[in-house]
């Protein structure tokens, strides 16, 4: 049996899903996360054989000591930052998504035998992509552009990665979502940034348990030095514009998200950094793609019970609260401005020189 798998940030969305999918295979796994109220709650509820490690990875002598004794056989290295939340503190973006990673990769090639390191990266390394002007699908080899914060701090990340000695497999997620309504907020600044986004923009979504197979599957499959997109069947290329108003319909929200704005297609630089993939070489090699997006659309509608009757009684009054709380609400202009939005409510998110 392949031994110890430490999963960095496995309290999250996607850390949580693939501590679930590594038990489910009878892995040893090792979870290293930031101890807070949440996270000891969510500790108690792990699988069993699951073990925990309270860490701070900026700080490197709490990440050393805890590599030497863990001694794993692969990180699963998820800890980061992600917007919106990233556009809030610059500084603490780089030392947690750029700084941590390094100290990490650095400490895990001293290692007596080193791990393999699989990194969650982000289609966001691709930068801005104005669907009017760019043609095909992104793919491993395509040049990364640093467009904010966010796809700045990722690429970073990954070429410290690629430019280790460890043997590395890096993973460039696309939007990942949940069935579950309780895994992903639904709070003011979620909601807001939501309404930023153009509504033409192109999004390739996933399941958030398909994300889980692919890392799992990455600790032991034939794909080091590899870069591999991982993002849903054909199913899962949408829209902005499609994607959040059909999710908030099968919750019994039909209706009740107020229209955001196209993206200007004249400018490629304002648009966000999402577009469909090609995941040809993903799935081949890791076979992860299970849920389509209607499997999605029907289990979330299952998973809302009787709150969808609820939902769908209120969905008037709440489309006319969001509208006011939108990223657009009053503001001048036709065209999405997401950087500009961004700026107003969150802060710079300028990439780092």
Do not use: C
């Amino acid at each position: 049996m392949a031994g110890t798998v430490l999963v960095t940030g496995g309290f999250g969305l996607v850390g949580s899903a693939t501590v679930r999918r590594l038990s489910e295979l009878g892995r040893t796994v090792v979870v290293a996360d930031l101890e807070s109220p949440a996270n000891r709650t969510a500790a108690e509820n792990l699988p069993a054989g699951v073990s925990v490690r309270w860490v701070d990875l900026t700080d490197e002598d709490q990440t050393a000591r805890m590599v030497a004794e863990v001694a794993p056989e692969a990180i699963i290295h998820l800890a980061a930052i992600i917007p919106p939340a990233i556009y809030k503190n610059r500084t603490l973006a780089r030392r947690v998504n750029v700084d941590a990673t390094a100290t990490l990769v650095r400490i895990a090639e001293s290692q007596p035998t080193p791990p393999r390191f699989v990194q969650a990266s982000s289609n966001a390394v691709y930068g801005a992509r104005n669907p009017h002007s760019v043609t095909g699908l992104e793919t491993a080899d395509m040049p990364m552009k640093r467009s904010d914060l966010y796809s700045a701090t990722k690429a970073d990340a990954e070429s410290i990665v690629r430019a280790s000695s460890l043997e590395w497999v890096v993973l460039r997620l696309g939007g990942v979502l949940s069935v579950d309504p309780k895994a992903i907020p639904f709070n003011a600044d979620a909601l807001y940034f939501e309404s930023l986004l153009p509504t033409d923009g192109r999004m390739h979504s996933v399941d958030v348990r398909d994300v889980a197979w692919a890392f799992a599957a990455a600790t032991t499959a034939d794909v080091v030095h590899e870069i591999l997109l991982i993002g849903g069947d054909d199913s899962h290329k949408s829209l902005y514009g499609e994607i959040t108003p059909a999710l908030a319909a099968a919750r019994g929200l039909a209706g009740g998200l107020a229209p955001g704005r196209k993206g200007n297609p004249d400018s490629d630089e304002d648009w966000f950094v999402t577009d469909w993939m090609d995941t040809t070489r993903a799935q081949e090699a890791l076979q992860f793609q299970h849920y389509s997006w209607q499997d999605m659309i029907d289990e979330s509608r299952r998973n809302a019970g009787v709150s969808r009757y609820a939902l769908q009684i209120a969905a008037p009054l709440i489309r006319a609260v969001l509208k006011r709380r939108g990223a657009y609400w009053r503001q001048p202009g036709q065209y999405a401005d997401p950087w500009g939005a961004i700026r107003r409510k969150f802060g710079d998110p300028s990439p780092d020189s």
